[in-house]
């Protein structure tokens, strides 16, 4: 084992003269969160929508009212069209 060239590549490295990092003064500085203006318009959309009820009791009401009294007719095709419609539709 060589030992000179052990000592060699200590120079090098500069292992021997190691200096201490002195500690820092802390900072009396606080935290800052900030929301910018579409993340507020999308909170405010947010609140909204869950404010707003799942079903529209109005028109429920009006399509039981028509199915009862008969009047509430549509067609096989356009059931079948809008089936398909919501099928391809990528956007939903």
Request: aromatic share 6%; hydrophobic share 30%.
């Amino acid at each position: 084992m060589r030992v000179d060239a052990y000592n060699k590549v200590t120079q090098l490295y500069q292992t021997n003269a190691t200096k201490k990092v002195a500690k820092t003064n802390s900072t009396s500085t606080t935290d800052q969160l900030e929301i910018s203006r579409i993340g507020k318009d999308y909170q405010v959309a947010k609140q909204a929508v869950a404010n707003t009820a799942d079903i529209r009791t109005d028109k429920v009401n009006d399509i039981m009212k028509r199915m009862e009294a008969g009047t509430y007719n549509i067609s096989s095709e356009e059931v079948s069209n809008k089936i398909v419609d919501s099928y391809f539709d990528k956007s939903i």
